[in-house]
T-cell receptor
Framework: AQTVTQSQPEMSVQEAETVTLSCTYD???????LFWYKQPPSRQMILVIR??????QNATENRFSVNFQKAAKSFSLKISDSQLGDAAMYFC??????????FGAGTRLTVKP | DSGVTQTPKHLITATGQRVTLRCSPR?????VYWYQQSLDQGLQFLIQ???????AKGNILERFSAQQFPDLHSELNLSSLELGDSALYFC?????????????????FGPGTRLTVL
């Protein structure tokens, strides 16, 4: 079974600073995908970034990047130059073979002006 | 806008009643997933359909059922509703899988249906 753990229920960051959200996962599969989703107060689930497990290179999307450590089963999200609009719940998720996603419990990010 | 639509946006009903939530996937997507998100909690997978057939089941109660129609839209039926069923219900869709790239596994979420059971 796949499990995803986010150990930080809440994080805060000063505007323009950098913050890292942690995520660990547990899977017996060799081919899987990892995702970070953002859920703002509107409750819409928005894809932030995705990573194929077979790729060693860390994914980046503008100010968002991941640190993927496959051996350690760690998949952290780094947000650079934090903006007020980044304030949201962030969910880490894993998926195998186009099946359902397993989500972590989420990290609530607050951005201070 | 993800391209996934869900109706209605809000639903208020009483205990013991039955409701139907509707989802239309993105154009070209064959897979539909249903998730439940209770207040301030993560998402729990309920059920997946692929091109009209049930593909996987999660923690879906026997009082709940779903189906995917030939036009690929899906409906989630919730019956004998209880107070604890109050939640945000998300539908997501993903493309057919051809080459194994992450883009084909990515799930795109609809705006959700907020169900309140009084």
């Amino acid at each position: 079974a796949q499990t995803v753990t986010q150990s930080q229920p809440e994080m805060s960051v000063q505007e323009a600073e950098t913050v890292t959200l942690s995520c660990t996962y547990d899977t017996s599969e060799s081919d899987y995908y990892l995702f970070w989703y953002k859920q703002p107060p509107s409750r819409q689930m928005i894809l932030v970034i995705r990573q194929e497990a077979y790729k060693q290179q860390n994914a980046t999307e503008n100010r968002f990047s991941v640190n993927f450590q496959k051996a350690a089963k760690s998949f952290s999200l780094k947000i650079s130059d934090s903006q007020l609009g980044d304030a949201a719940m962030y969910f880490c998720a894993s998926q195998y073979n186009n099946n359902d996603m397993r989500f972590g419990a989420g990290t609530r990010l607050t951005v201070k002006p | 806008d993800s391209g996934v639509t869900q109706t209605p946006k809000h639903l208020i009903t009483a205990t013991g009643q039955r409701v139907t939530l509707r989802c239309s996937p993105r154009s070209g997507d064959l897979s539909v997933y249903w998730y439940q998100q209770s207040l301030d909690q993560g998402l729990q997978f309920l059920i997946q359909y692929y091109n009209g057939e049930e593909r996987a089941k999660g923690n879906i109660l026997e009082r709940f059922s779903a189906q995917q129609f030939p036009d690929l839209h899906s409906e989630l039926n919730l019956s004998s509703l209880e107070l604890g069923d109050s939640a945000l219900y998300f539908c997501a869709s993903s493309p057919p899988r051809f080459s194994g790239r992450a883009s084909e596994s990515t799930q795109y979420f609809g705006p959700g249906t907020r169900l309140t059971v009084l």
